[in-house]
Structure formats: C-alpha cells, structure tokens
C-alpha cells in the first residue's frame, strides 16, 4: 500500500485563519500551573482548531502548515547555516546514510545544542530569543488545552537546530520510553520527554525529488482514551487490540510502583488498563501479573515473553502489543512496511510546517534526503517524572 502523503494539510484540521502573529509571541511569566486572565482568555480562543488537540491525545500525529511567517523561515535557516558552517553543531552518529559503514559528518545528522543555542553571543539570537518567545506560548498554550496544566513548566524544553546532510536518515524509534524500561538510570531526572515538535526551515522543497519525509507509524483503529500517561504518571508501553470489527483499541499503561502481593513498597510492576467501571482505585483494570521489570523487557522477543508470561489471560495475550518492537534485522524489515495493524503517514519538511506528537506513542523514522541538506528546528516539551522516594527495587528510600 502506498503511504499517505501529507502536503501543507493538518491531518485533523488547519490552524485557525484568523489567529494574529502576535497570539503567539511572549506573555508576562506566570509561576508553574498559574494563568493570568489574559492567559486564560488566550487559551480559551486556543492557537488551533480542537482537532489538533485531539489527533496529539490520540496518539497520532498533528501537522500545521505555515506555522511561521517566511521571514521568520528565512532567519533561522540563515542562522542555522551559518552557525553549522562555524564549528557550532555537533554530530551524533544517530543517522544512517549508505552502507560503507564509514563516519562522513558531512551527511550525519548535526544539532546546535541548548546550551549553544543559548549563547546569545553566537549567530542571530533576536532572532532565536523571538523563537523562543513563540514556543514558550505554543507550550503554554499546549499544556491548558491537553487538560494538563502543570505540564511543560518555564524550562521544561529541549530546542536545537538540526542539519541532515545529504543521504542521512533515521530509523524507526520512539522518543521516550517509561522510565522503568531504563533501568535506574530512567529515574535520575526529573523530567522526561513528553511532547514531540519539529518545525521545518527548507525552501522549495520538493520530497519526490529531495526525499527527507518524516514517516509515521499510526494505530489504523482509535483508542478509546487518551494515550501516552496517565494522570499518575505512569506512561503507556502498548495497546489492546479491539475486540470486534469498528471497536477501539486500549492504551496499556505500567504502574512501576504496583504493591501486588508483597505489599507496599514491593518494587513490584503491573501492566493495567483505565476502567472507570471497574471500581478498582484508580479506575484500573489490572491485566498482568505483578513482575519485576528490567531493561531487557525491550530486547527481541520481549513481546512473546509479555504475551506468554505475564498477562492473565490467553485472550489478553493475543491482543498484546508493545508501541514499539525491540530492534532486530527483521523488524527492521518488517516495521518499514505498512502492517495490518498500522498505517504509514509521510509529511514532507516543508518550510514552516508544524507537526507535534506524543513522544512515548507514536513510532516515526526520517526518510532518506537525497541532493540537498534538511534544515529543521525540533525538540521535546518535558513533563514531570513520577516522585521515587519509595522505589526500593532501585535502592530509592
């Protein structure tokens, strides 16, 4: 099946037509949680339709076209060419490109760090100082209308600019996994990342002719709730297949602080589904075994381990999947084709285009550039970790 293409079209809806430039610019600074009656009336009129917001609470990927003015493309393309060609970015060595194995940074994917990106002594920082005037308002902005206000506090985002060179590109991965997955290493922040975004600075793009897509990987049925994390915190790691024809799926989610039978404090986990019906706590329905996690639970074949070992029943086992397969040669394969399950949504890096998406739900790879390099400004809006002061299967007391 050809993937769908998505050319200056929001998937859900276009932002708002007659939102001013200026609804986005920076507001007085209010404290973590607190609006002001401006603010409040700012979020009200909201910076886009519902649809945005819902398509992110879905899991599925939000694309706004002309997100920013031209000159404001012009000026951060400039800045970030010139930056790149004064030493500024560094290469990760993440980006694939070719298969002679050899390290060309010429073709790596570079990034200007937070930290350069900070330097205001460094390339145009009017320029990124409006920039991120513009972003602290789309956070805010973000956090009132995703129902989650204490999210994505002042200081709480990741910003770089990002160069891919001719020929790179990004295999499939997600952006965050819960904390548990990590090992102790998951619980060491305070943060984590929470929301994807990327806004594009190319000029005349053309992606059948340059390549450089963002691929996305979306659930082809609907969930019956919001994805991602719960109010708790705790964060979703697969889903439940819907059981009849035109019904929805289910987010799973891990409580990584779950007192099974051992007690409180056991350091135990439990894979649960929401159920206001249920009368449990919480309103979860509890769907596993209680188990101690470890990072090898996302290695190959972490899946039929879940499936064969842990859930309470064959029924739940069968519908089980994770978000996303641990990495092999053969899920390579398989997870570059569109699948029963899933369908393939590609959005072209068009100059000022928008796109926002869960950042533990929603799988995504960057397709190959071709002659021209790939010019983008990305990062992730962070929200708060779950408190571990009594996590004792990492020593936390």
Known sequence: MT????????????????QPVNAFLSSPSQ?????????HKLYAEKLFSQGVYDTIGEGRIAVIPNFLPQEDIIKLRNDATNLHQGSKFSTDALASYGSSGKFDPSKDRAVLKLQQWKDQGSGDWTIRERFGNRMK?????????????????AGSTEISYTRFGPGAFLKRHVDEHHEELKGKAGWSKPTRRSMSWLIYLNDDWDANQHGGCLRCF???TLPVSKTGARGSGDLQIGWLKATTAGGREEPVFMDAQHSGTDGANSGLCALYIEDPTSGAEGGRQYISKSFHSHPTLYIGGSELLVQNTLMNSKDLAQRFRLIEQPK??????LQSQESIE???LDVEPTGGTLVLFDSVTLPHAV???????????SGWMHE??????????FGMS
């Open 384 to 393: 708060d970790q779950q408190p571990v002061e009594t996590h004792p299967h």
């Open 367 to 377: 397709l190959p550039t071709t002659t021209r390099e790939r010019w983008a400004t």
């Open 342 to 344: 899933e369908r393939i």
């Open 31 to 39: 404290s973590r949680g607190q609006t002001s009656n401006s603010q």
């Open 3 to 18: 993937p769908q293409r998505i050319l200056l079209v929001s998937l859900a809806c276009s932002i708002l037509s007659s």
């Open 218 to 220: 979306e659930r082809k």
């Open 137 to 153: 308002n789309l956070r805010e902005d973000l956090a009132y209308n995703l129902d989650s206000v204490n999210k994505y506090g």
């Open 328 to 333: 092999s040669a053969v899920t390579d394969f």
